[in-house]
C-alpha cells in the first residue's frame, strides 16, 4: 500500500511539472491546467484512500465546505478583481500550512528528533507570514486599506527584533518541545512580521507583493512537506515557490527597481506628485475631442494601442474592443502593446483584454512591439502614463529613469486618452504631453472611446 | 536525520525545474500561471488530510479539519478560475482562416 501512495505522489508530481510545461503556450495552457487538476485528484483520493476514508466523516466535511467555498468565489470574481483573489488564497494556503504544522506539533511525544522540531518551527514562520500579509496585501488591493504606505517609527528595526525574536524562541522550542508557550512566541511574532512586512509597500507595488506572497505560499506548502517527509507537497510548493520568485524579479526589472527598494524603500511616503511639471516654462498643451481623434482614424494605415491601468478602472475594455473591430474593418492594422506592469498583478492586462473578446495574437508583448512604433502612424494611450514617460530614457534624476518604457513617442501621433494632467505613480511629469505631435484627449477612458466609436460609425 | 536530507534533495532539484519551466511561459500567461500556482500550492490538502484523519477528537483534529477547508479553497477554485481565464484567451478566427 505504501508503493502505491508514494508512486501516485510520484505521478502526481510529474502532473503539475507537465501542467506548467503546457502553460508555455496560449495553445496548450488549459490543457495543461487540466492535467495538473488531475494530479491534485490522484494525490488527495489516494490520501483519503490510504488514510482509510471510511472512518472520519469531518474530512469530507472540510473538503466540502472548502470546496464549495472556492467554487462560488472562482465563479462570482470579476476579473479585475483577480489580483484581490490572488492575494486572498495566497493567505489560505500560507494558513492551511501553519494549521497542518501546528496540529503535528501538538502531536509531539517529546522523542521527535531536532530536524523535526526545526522544519515544523519553519513551517509555522512562513505559513503565518504568508497569511497575515496576504491579507494586508488582499485590504490594500481592495480598498479596504489605504493603498499608501505605512511607515512606522523604526520601522526596521521592528522588523529586524521579530527576526531575532522568532529565531530565539525558535532555538527555546528546540530545546524544551514541550512548552507550547514558544511556538505560540513564534507565530504571533511571524503574525506581526507579515504585517509590518507589507504596510510600508504602496499600492502601485502591489504586482510585486502579490508575487512574492505567492512565493511564500509555495515555500509554506514545502515546508509542510518538509514536516510531514511527503515530497508531493515538497515538489509543489517548491514550483509554486520558483514561480512566484521568477515573476517577482519580472515585475522589478520592469519598474527598475530592485526587490530591496521595493520592501524597503516605501516610494510615494512624501506628497511630491504636485511639483510635477512646476519649475520649468509652462508649456500649454492643447485639448483634442473624441471627433478631432476620429478625423485622424480617417487618414490613417497602423495603430498601436497602449492600455494602462486607467483603461481597467473605467471599465472600458469591451468599447475598446469594439473600436479595434471597427478600425479593423477599415482595413488599419491594429495592435496592443502591453507593458509588464499594465494592471494590477502580472500579467493582469492581458486578462481584462481576453475578457472583452481581443483575440491574444494582437496583444504584444513590449520587447516585440517596441521596434515597430517607428513605422506606426498613432500611438493610442489609454490610461496609461509611467510605462510610456520617455524621461525614463534621458532624465537621470528621475524616479523612472532606466525604466523600460513602450516606445510611443517614436509613432507619427501620439494621442493620449486620459482623465487629467496628472502624472503617474511615480509623480514625474510626462514631456510627451507638450510635444507637438501629441494630442491629450481628456476624458473618463470609458465615454471617451465610446464618443470615439460613435463618430467613427456616423460618418 | 536522513529523511531531512532526502526532503532538502528533492527541493533542490524541483526549484530548479520551476525555473526552467516559469521562464517559458509568456507574459500572456502571467496571471492564470499566479491563480494556478494558487491552486498547485493547495497541495497541502493533503497533509491535512493526514492531520485530521483522527477518531479521538482533539485539537490536532479540529485544526486538520480547517486546514482541508482552506486548502480546498485553493485548490477548487484556483483550478476553477484559471480554467474560466484560459477559456477566454481566443485566438482571431480571420487570421486563422487565412493561414
Known amino acids: 500500500m505504501i508503493y502505491l501512495e508514494q508512486f501516485s505522489y510520484l505521478f502526481a508530481s510529474a502532473l503539475f511539472i507537465l501542467g506548467l510545461k503546457f502553460l508555455g503556450s496560449a495553445k496548450t495552457a488549459r490543457k495543461g491546467m487540466q492535467l495538473a487538476m488531475y494530479g491534485m485528484g490522484l494525490a488527495i483520493v489516494i490520501t483519503l484512500v490510504v488514510s482509510g476514508i471510511a472512518g472520519p466523516v469531518q474530512i469530507i466535511v472540510g473538503m466540502l465546505i472548502g470546496g464549495g467555498i472556492g467554487a462560488v468565489v472562482a465563479k462570482k470574481i470579476q476579473m479585475t478583481s483577480m489580483p484581490q483573489m490572488v492575494a486572498l488564497f495566497n493567505g489560505f494556503g500560507g494558513i492551511a500550512s501553519t494549521l497542518v504544522a501546528y496540529s503535528e506539533y501538538i502531536r509531539f511525544t517529546g522523542a521527535e528528533a531536532m530536524d523535526v522540531n526545526i522544519t515544523v518551527i519553519l513551517s509555522l514562520f512562513i505559513g503565518t507570514v504568508t497569511f497575515t500579509g496576504s491579507l494586508i496585501a488582499f485590504a490594500k488591493l481592495q480598498g479596504i486599506m ?5 511607515v512606522l517609527p523604526l520601522h526596521q528595526i521592528l522588523n ?3 527576526l531575532l525574536g522568532t529565531i530565539t524562541f525558535g532555538v527555546m522550542n528546540v530545546l524544551s518541545p514541550d512548552v507550547h508557550m514558544w511556538a505560540w512566541f513564534i507565530i504571533a511574532a511571524a503574525a506581526i512580521f507579515g504585517i509590518t512586512f507589507v504596510i510600508p509597500i504602496g499600492g502601485a507595488d502591489m504586482p510585486v507583493v502579490i508575487a512574492l506572497l505567492n512565493s511564500y505560499s509555495g515555500l509554506a506548502a514545502a515546508a509542510t512537506g518538509f514536516v510531514l517527509s511527503n515530497n508531493v507537497l515538497i515538489i509543489s510548493g517548491a514550483l509554486v515557490g520558483a514561480s512566484g520568485l521568477i515573476l517577482t524579479q519580472l515585475m ?3 519598474m527598475n527597481r530592485s526587490l530591496t527598494n521595493v520592501l524597503f524603500g516605501a516610494v510615494g511616503t512624501d506628497d511630491s506628485t504636485g511639483e510635477a511639471g512646476a519649475g520649468g516654462e509652462q508649456k500649454s498643451v492643447t485639448a483634442y475631442t473624441a471627433e478631432d481623434a476620429a478625423m485622424i482614424m480617417d487618414t490613417i494605415q497602423s495603430v498601436i494601442i497602449v492600455p494602462g491601468y486607467g483603461l481597467a478602472v473605467a471599465q472600458a475594455q469591451h468599447v475598446l474592443h469594439e473600436l479595434g473591430e471597427i478600425l479593423t474593418a477599415r482595413g488599419i492594422d491594429v495592435k496592443y502593446a502591453i507593458h509588464p506592469v499594465a494592471g494590477r498583478m502580472p500579467g493582469h492586462m492581458n486578462v481584462l483584454l481576453a475578457e472583452a473578446n481581443v483575440p491574444y495574437d494582437v496583444l504584444y508583448e513590449m520587447d516585440d512591439i517596441n521596434d515597430e512604433f517607428q513605422n506606426t502612424d498613432v500611438a493610442l494611450v489609454i490610461g496609461a502614463n509611467d510605462v510610456v514617460n520617455p524621461s525614463a ?3 537621470k534624476d528621475s524616479p523612472l529613469y532606466g525604466m523600460p518604457i513602450l516606445n510611443v513617442d517614436y509613432a507619427s501621433t501620439v494621442m493620449f486618452v486620459k482623465r487629467s494632467m496628472g502624472a503617474g505613480f511615480a509623480g514625474e511629469a510626462n514631456p510627451l504631453f507638450f510635444d507637438d505631435k501629441t494630442m491629450m484627449v481628456f476624458g473618463d477612458a470609458k465615454a471617451v472611446v465610446t464618443a470615439l466609436v460613435k463618430s467613427l460609425k456616423e460618418d | 536525520m536522513e529523511s531531512l536530507i532526502v526532503s532538502i534533495y528533492v527541493f533542490t532539484l524541483a526549484v530548479f525545474i520551476g525555473f526552467e519551466l516559469i521562464t517559458k511561459v509568456p507574459p500572456l ?7 494556478g500556482s494558487n491552486a498547485i500550492s493547495g497541495i497541502t490538502v493533503v497533509g491535512a488530510i493526514l492531520a485530521a484523519n483522527s477518531n479521538n477528537w482533539g485539537l490536532s483534529t479540529v485544526l486538520g479539519i480547517l486546514a482541508i477547508a482552506f486548502a480546498m479553497i485553493n485548490v477548487i477554485g484556483g483550478f476553477m478560475v484559471t ?3 484560459l ?5 482571431d478566427k480571420k487570421v486563422e482562416k487565412g493561414e
Open chain 1, 252 to 254: 522589478c526589472d520592469a
Open chain 1, 393 to 395: 530614457r534621458t532624465k
Open chain 2, 83 to 85: 480554467d474560466r481565464m
Open chain 1, 146 to 150: 489605504r493603498g499608501a504606505p505605512i
Open chain 2, 29 to 35: 500567461l502571467h496571471t492564470p500561471l499566479m491563480s
Open chain 2, 87 to 91: 477559456g477566454m484567451f481566443k485566438k
Open chain 1, 160 to 162: 529586524i527584533l521579530l
